[in-house]
């Protein structure tokens, strides 16, 4: 029903930037919240950022001030730019979205497959 598809991932030197891309595509009918996951090495999957359609967001502490969620409601896509970023940020990044898709009539949580992205000297 729906597909995420996430992009720029990649390697990056401590205090450099990187900006996440994911487009959702299917048969959407609304998309009440999009966020990004990540996961590290031997660790549980935590909560990044995440957005409402309004615009609403909301951030995990340890990246409040480095990163930024946003949306375009129109492409169903969003953004995550991580700027000032360390060594602690590497991880699985996973796309998420919770929305109603046909031919469902309730919403329903979907994953991308997530991007690696890597922080190191």
């Known amino acids: 029903q729906v597909q995420l598809v996430e992009s720029g991932g990649g390697l990056v030197q401590p205090g450099g930037s990187l900006r996440l891309s994911c487009a959702a595509s299917?048969?959407?009918?609304?998309?009440?919240?999009m966020g990004w996951y990540r996961q590290a090495p031997g660790k549980q999957r935590e909560l990044v950022a995440r957005?409402?359609?309004?615009?609403?967001?909301n951030y995990a502490d340890s990246v409040k001030g480095r990163f930024t969620i946003s949306r375009d409601n129109a492409k169903n896509a969003v953004y995550l730019q991580m700027n000032s970023l360390k060594p602690e940020d590497t991880a699985v990044y996973y796309c998420?979205?919770?929305?109603?898709?046909?031919?469902?009539?309730?919403?329903?949580?979907?994953w991308g497959l997530g991007t690696q992205v890597t922080v190191s000297s």
């Open positions: 998420n979205t919770i929305g109603v898709a046909t031919p469902r009539k309730y919403e329903y949580e979907y």
């Open positions: 957005i409402t359609s309004a615009g609403t967001t």
């Open positions: 299917g048969n959407i009918v609304s998309i009440a919240v």
